[in-house]
């Protein structure tokens, strides 16, 4: 099917196939077991998959987690599930059957072997050592397991706090500086406005002074320049009036 669906120069053998699904089935089951460690957190679906991330590659020797889209595929296949499971129980039978007697041996290899005990005298062994001993030790094993596995929530929380700390930090920073901006802004804008104020005020002193000028003594034509100058003046200081005349 692959060979049928892709070119001429990238076929491959069978061999190449299974080696490859082999190693994409190998990292996108221990990613599932990733998610589902970070699904227990809870969170919404991005904090999960940010955590079952950050999961795999903690743990996994392949580093950054790249075939999210197979594992998007696979994730809901009961097969692919069904296909795992059966290979974990592959891998313990193997392990059983390496440590299994062989039947064919020579009698005397079989009477050599020690017969294993039943039930009711390995419950007396258990008591007499001290059943209270071993379930003991099973506890204190289990308290460390789950001392560890809350010790590495709280540190993850504690990242995870961290991050969004940072963001709220950017983003106030971000609000501080446009704020500063427009502070910017709008104190240009009143120092435009306290000159254009300033230039107002000079213009009607100077206006002011003209009008009070005795203008008498003056010759024709200073007269004259006199007049052109406070009509000009008062064009500029009172423009509607002007163009009302």
């Not at 227990?40 to 903690?58: C, I, K, P, T, W």
């Not at 289990?142 to 590495?152: A, C, M, Y």
């Not at 969004?164 to 120092?191: G, M």
């Not at 010759?219 to 052109?228: A, Q, V």
């Amino acid at each position: 099917m692959f060979n049928s669906t892709t070119p001429g120069d990238r076929t491959r053998e069978i061999k190449q196939l299974k080696e490859q699904w082999h190693r994409v089935n190998k990292s996108v089951n221990y990613f599932q077991g990733c998610w589902i460690k970070a699904e227990r957190l809870r969170g919404s679906d991005e904090q999960v998959m940010d955590n079952a991330e950050a999961f795999y590659e903690e743990e996994s020797d392949d580093g950054e987690f790249k075939l999210e889209a197979c594992w998007k595929v696979l994730r809901d296949r009961p097969k692919w599930h069904a296909y795992n499971e059966d290979l974990n129980g592959s891998h313990k039978r193997k392990y059983s059957e390496a440590e299994a007697v062989d039947l064919t041996a020579s009698a005397d290899v079989v009477t050599d072997l020690q017969r294993p005990i039943g039930c009711k005298k390995a419950k007396e062994e258990l008591n007499r050592k001290g059943k209270g001993k071993v379930s003991s030790s099973i506890m204190d094993e289990i308290d460390k397991l789950i001392e560890g596995q809350q010790k590495s929530k709280e540190d993850h929380m504690e990242i995870l706090d961290r991050h969004q700390q940072i963001a709220a930090d950017k983003k106030e920073s971000a609000r501080l500086t446009h704020l500063v901006a427009q502070e910017n802004k709008e104190a240009k804008l009143v120092e435009k406005e306290g000159k254009k104020h300033d230039k107002e005020s000079k213009l009607l002193e100077t206006y002011k002074a003209l009008l009070i000028i005795d203008t008498i003594q003056m010759h024709e034509d200073m007269r004259t320049e006199h007049m052109l100058a406070l009509k000009g003046m008062r064009e500029m200081i009172f423009p509607h009036r002007a163009s009302g005349q």
